[in-house]
């Protein structure tokens, strides 16, 4: 399994349920194309953590590196829904980070 992991900030703190709805929103529609296997959306507590991080902290699982691409190429050009749905998501993080890590040791 590998995971592309996001931390963020948002731009409007006051509205962390709202981005939480929008994420999910997005990555329910993203499994029902198949696109990923799962995701989890994590909130930093009590401040506890680096700040460079930013305060959310959300994991997206994909089986292989081909079903990555997979979904990368569905956001690159993708349909009306999940435009609207990765903009709904998008528009409302500041201080993007991402990072790719993979389950170690390998499985074969």
Known sequence: MNYYHIWCDLLETHKAKE???????????????????????????LGFGPNELGE?????????????????????????????LHGNVYSRVKNFRSGLFRDYPDVF
């Open 19 to 45: 981005f939480c709805q929008a994420v999910t929103d997005y990555y329910e529609h993203l499994r029902e194309k198949n696109l990923i296997e799962g995701y989890k959306i994590t909130r930093r507590k």
């Open 56 to 84: 959310f902290h959300i994991i997206m699982d994909v089986k292989d590196l081909a079903q990555l691409e997979q979904t990368f190429q569905s956001v690159a050009k993708p349909d009306e829904k999940t435009a609207r």
